[in-house]
């Protein structure tokens, strides 16, 4: 296998995931805001026993609940949800896989069971460059969830969160 394709491989391997974290950040924040706007010891108590024990996947449905509670509009709705969707599960193929070489291509062999165990899973620029935009599109989308609803973006506790 040559050093600059086995390099590449993982260089895109960890973009998908760094786009999921950004993409989990975004929502975690959108619900810690929902549930403990400027109140940091709330936020923090919430972010500790509560999202620290969740993965990404568990999140979705907190969001589509407040989406439904407060009446988000629907397409918009649905919209950031099908992204985070996309992502979580293509970040789960990425993260529960086995790299192999066939051919001198690197192939992902698919160990779960979000798609069929054992299909092999490419990840070329062009999934990459999706990840990327699904990641803009939601935190655009998200605000104009936040302004079209009253959820202040609390700018304040994110200062602090970090």
Do not use: W
Not at 58 to 76: A, G, M, Q, R
Not at 83 to 112: T, W, Y
């Amino acid at each position: 296998m040559e050093p600059k394709k086995h390099t590449e491989f993982f260089i895109r391997c960890g973009k998908i995931i760094q786009y999921s974290i950004i993409a989990e950040t975004e929502i975690e924040n959108f619900i810690l805001d929902y549930f403990s706007q400027s109140n940091y010891k709330k936020r923090q108590l919430f972010r500790e026993t509560f999202f620290e024990r969740l993965t990404f996947g568990p999140k979705l449905p907190i969001f589509s609940s407040i989406c439904k509670t407060e009446k988000v509009n629907k397409k918009l709705g649905d919209n950031v949800y099908k992204k985070l969707k996309k992502i979580v599960e293509f970040r789960n193929e990425i993260a529960h896989c086995e790299p192999r070489s066939v051919d001198g291509e690197i192939q992902i062999l698919s160990k779960k069971v979000f798609s069929k165990p054992g299909h092999t899973i490419e990840i070329s620029e062009k999934e990459i460059q999706l990840m990327k935009r699904y990641v803009r599109e939601i935190i655009i989308d998200l605000r104009k969830i936040r302004i079209s609803n009253g959820i202040r973006y609390d700018m304040d506790a994110l200062a602090q969160d970090h």
